[in-house]
């Protein structure tokens, strides 16, 4: 049975930093597409990154400055580094990883067909 299994999240102050880390378990392959979606509280989930199993990354407009992600294929993990946290970062964030990838105008993310989700881990940022 695969499992995502997130950590790192928590409280931060305005402009701090925070490493999200996801494992995967039960699978030994390499996940095509692995990234990192975000819900806050009243708001619809939306795309943050995503990294294919060649290194290639995709960074959601509203912290491409911020973000970077990255992962071990080795390890079957998927990292998320966020840096300059602002208090509209604050969200519960999902690790996902999958066979495909959905297109927008600001790269590829991990498609919802097939794709096996974390069960979230929550990120605050105070002002």
């Known amino acids: 049975q695969v499992q995502l299994v997130e950590s790192g999240g928590g409280s931060v102050q305005s402009g701090g930093s925070l490493r999200l880390s996801c494992q995967v378990t039960g699978y030994t392959g390499s996940f095509n597409c692995m990234g990192w979606f975000r819900q806050a509280p009243g708001k619809e989930r939306e795309r943050v990154a995503a990294i294919d199993s060649d290194g290639r990354t995709s960074i959601a407009r509203s912290v491409k400055d911020q973000f970077t992600v990255s992962r071990d294929n080795a390890k079957n993990m998927v990292f998320l580094q966020m840096n300059s946290l602002k208090p509209e970062d604050t969200a519960v964030y999902y690790c996902?990883?999958?066979?495909?990838?959905?297109?927008?105008?600001?790269?590829?993310?991990?498609?919802?067909?097939?794709?096996?989700w974390g069960q979230g881990t929550q990120v605050t940022v105070s002002s």
């Open positions: 996902a990883a999958g066979p495909t990838w959905q297109y927008y105008d600001d790269g590829f993310y991990c498609g919802a067909n097939g794709a096996y």
